[in-house]
C-alpha cells in the first residue's frame, strides 16, 4: 500500500468518525458519568468493595503487569475483601479472546489489537497506557540471503494475527511495495513463530519482545527491519461491563498500574530481572528490553495521541479484511475506545 493510499483512506475514516475532537470530548465526558456511576454502586456484601472477585492478565510484553503482581499492589488496596486471579496472556490476541469471553476483567494489548477487537464488537476499552514500545520487527535467521523487505515476496512469514507483529509486517510490506498477497503467512502464537524461524520452515517471523530479544541472543537471528512507527501504544483495556459496574476496582487497578510504573522508572534493573524470570530469558536479554524497547516514561492517560496511531492503523486493518463493518466499524471503535477517567485521576 503506497503511502498516498494510506492518507486517502485515513482521510476516509476520519470522516467516517465525525469530528475526532468531538468525540473525544464527548468520551471524557461519558466516562465520567460511568466512572461516578460505578463508584455508587452498593458494595458486595461484607465488602466495602462492588465486586469480591478481579481477573487481571500479565503479560511478558507488559513489564509493568510484572512489577504490579509482584508487588501485591492490587491485593494490598483491596485486601481481603476480593480475590484477585491473575491470569497469563501469551499475546495481544489470547487476551481478547480472555475479555471477550469474560474469563478476565482487565487485559493488556496493543492498540492495534484493541482497535481490530472493539471494531469487531468486543465490548472493550482502553482505561490506561502501560508503553509506548518497540516490540515487533521483522527477523530472520542469521545466515538468511535476504536482506531487504522486498525479499520476502513469495516466501512464508509467520506472525500472529490480531497482534501488532502481524499490522506491523502489513505495515512493512506496503512500504516496500509488497501486499499480503505477496507471501504466505503462517498464524501461529509468536513463541511458535520463533521456532519456525529456527527450524528453517519459514524465510521470516514478524516478531515481538521479549521472544524476539531472546532469538537474537539464543539463536543469532537478525532483525531484517525495524520501525517504531509501526508499533502501537501498550493498552490496558477493560470490559465496559467492569467499567461501569466496578469503577471503584478499576480505578485500584489504574493507581497500582501509576504506581508500578513510578517505581518502574526508578529501579530498570530489578524490572529486567522480573522479566528475566517471567519470560525465563538471559538477565541482559531482559535489559535490552526494558532499556532499549520499552518506553515506560509515557503518560497513563488514553487520548489523542493514542488515537492518531490508531487511525493511521485503521486502513491496514480495513484492508487486511479482518473487520467485517469495514471502515465505519473502524470509525466508530477510534471514537469510543477511549475511557480516560481513572488514568486522569490517578495521575493527579
Known amino acids: 500500500m503506497t503511502s498516498s493510499t494510506i492518507r486517502t483512506k485515513t482521510s476516509a475514516l476520519v470522516k467516517a468518525g465525525a469530528a475526532l475532537a468531538a468525540g473525544l470530548t464527548a468520551l471524557a465526558l461519558s466516562g465520567c458519568v460511568q466512572g461516578e456511576n460505578a463508584a455508587d454502586k452498593a458494595p458486595a456484601e461484607g465488602s466495602d468493595w462492588s465486586t ?10 507488559n513489564p509493568l503487569s510484572l512489577v504490579v503482581k509482584d508487588q501485591g499492589l492490587i491485593e494490598e488496596a483491596l485486601g481481603d475483601d476480593v480475590t484477585v486471579e491473575w491470569v497469563q496472556s501469551a499475546g495481544s490476541n489470547k487476551a481478547n479472546e480472555l475479555l471477550r469471553s469474560g474469563a478476565i476483567d482487565v487485559g493488556s494489548t496493543a492498540g492495534s489489537a484493541a482497535l481490530l477487537a ?34 520476502l515476496k513469495g516466501k512464508q512469514v509467520a506472525a500472529t494475527k490480531a497482534t501488532d507483529p502481524y ?13 499480503l498477497d505477496d507471501v504466505e503467512v503462517q498464524n501461529v502464537q509468536h513463541a511458535d513463530g520463533r521456532a519456525l524461524l529456527d527450524s528453517g520452515s519459514v524465510a ?49 487497578v489504574v493507581d497500582a498500574y501509576e504506581e ?9 534493573d530489578a524490572v529486567a530481572e522480573l522479566l528475566a524470570d517471567a519470560a525465563s530469558i538471559d538477565l541482559e536479554v531482559a ?26 492503523i485503521a486502513p491496514i486493518i480495513a484492508d487486511s479484511g479482518d473487520v467485517k463493518g469495514g471502515e465505519e466499524a473502524l470509525a466508530e471503535a477510534i471514537s469510543t475506545i477511549v475511557h480516560d477517567t481513572f488514568a486522569l485521576k490517578a495521575s493527579k
Do not use: C
Not at 508500578?260 to 530498570?268: C, G, S, T
Open 52 to 61: 469480591s472477585t478481579l481477573s487481571i492478565d500479565w503479560a511478558t510484553y
Open 118 to 151: 472493539r471494531a469487531n464488537g468486543s465490548p472493550i476499552q482502553v482505561i490506561d497506557i502501560f508503553s509506548q514500545p518497540e516490540w515487533s520487527a521483522l527477523v530472520v535467521a542469521g545466515d538468511s540471503d535476504i536482506t531487504e523487505v522486498k525479499d
Open 204 to 252: 521470516a517471523w514478524s516478531g515481538l519482545d521479549p521472544i524476539m530479544a531472546a532469538a537474537e541472543v539464543e539463536s543469532g537471528d537478525t532483525l531484517l527491519y525495524r520501525n517504531v512507527d509501526f508499533n502501537t501504544y501498550g493498552f490496558l483495556n477493560a470490559t465496559e461491563q467492569f467499567i461501569t459496574d466496578h469503577g471503584d476496582v478499576a480505578q485500584v
Open 167 to 179: 499490522f506491523f509486517l502489513l505495515q512493512a510490506l506496503g512500504e516496500a511495495g509488497l501486499s
Open 287 to 312: 535489559k535490552t528490553v526494558v532499556n532499549e524497547r520499552s518506553n515506560l516514561d509515557v503518560s497513563g492517560v488514553p487520548g489523542e495521541a493514542q488515537v492518531a496511531v490508531l487511525e493511521a
Open 260 to 268: 508500578a510504573r513510578a517505581w518502574a522508572l526508578e529501579n530498570p
